[in-house]
């Protein structure tokens, strides 16, 4: 089973700032099949990143995904008030597909 | 627009048995594979099951392998998980997701297991 390790447990940060969040597994993910997900309080989490570096439809290209093999990042580049939310990374290239322990993103 | 709405969620004594169904509407069912996807209450999301398009592959969490059964009638274009011997630790809200990179979810059902 791949873990995957997100860091850190939380990030205070003020609007407008850049934001990095890490994921870390515990072995390689094939073909990069690394996704990031957004979720609000009381809402269903929202794809981001597919690919370790794919836009999902919709997203705006202030967030961007980079790595590869077990080390990837989430980069939020200008936070704005809608993105102060929980992030979580999955990998999803061998079963189990497991989810990191996520980031919480909140202000300053 | 691509939706997902659960249902069949509820309050279950362990032991019990419940059955989720996820109508899927806005695209071709049949040729995406879906997933369950849960969040235990103040918790982290944990994967669940996964089915490919034909049900050809089938795959579960070690946690809930020989209980749940993941299925899918893609003439009815709806995906189902059949929860048996249900614990304590199976309460959460289930989510029905789309493709193995989960780009669409429903807004979930809460399954209560307690006596």
């Known amino acids: 089973e791949i873990v995957l390790t997100q860091s850190p447990g939380t990030l205070s940060l003020s609007p407008g700032e850049r934001a990095t969040l890490s994921c870390r597994a515990s072995q390689s993910i094939s073909s990069s099949y690394l996704a990031w997900y957004q979720q609000k309080l009381g809402q269903a989490p929202r794809l981001l990143i597919y690919?370790?570096?794919s836009r999902a439809t919709g997203i705006p290209d202030r967030f961007s995904g980079s790595g590869s093999g077990t080390d990837f990042t989430l980069t939020i580049s200008r936070l704005e008030p809608e993105d102060f939310a929980v992030y979580f990374c999955?990998?999803?290239?061998?079963?189990?597909?497991?989810f990191g322990p996520g980031t919480k993103v909140d202000v300053k | 627009e691509v939706q997902l709405v659960e249902s069949g969620g509820g309050l279950v004594k362990p032991g019990g048995s419940l059955r989720l169904s996820c109508a899927a509407s806005?695209?071709?069912?049949?040729?995406?594979?879906m997933n369950w996807v849960r969040q235990a209450p103040g918790k982290g999301l944990e994967w669940v099951s996964s089915i490919r398009s034909g049900s050809s592959y089938i795959y579960y969490a070690d946690s809930v392998k020989g209980r749940f059964t993941i299925s899918r009638d893609n003439a009815k274009n709806s995906l189902y998980l059949q929860m048996n011997s249900l614990r304590a630790e199976d309460t959460a809200v289930y989510y029905c997701t789309r493709a193995a990179a989960n780009d669409y979810w429903g807004q979930g059902i809460l399954v209560t297991v307690s006596s």
């Open positions: 806005g695209f071709t069912f049949s040729t995406h594979s």
């Open positions: 690919g370790a570096s």
């Open positions: 999955q990998q999803y290239g061998s079963s189990p597909f497991t």
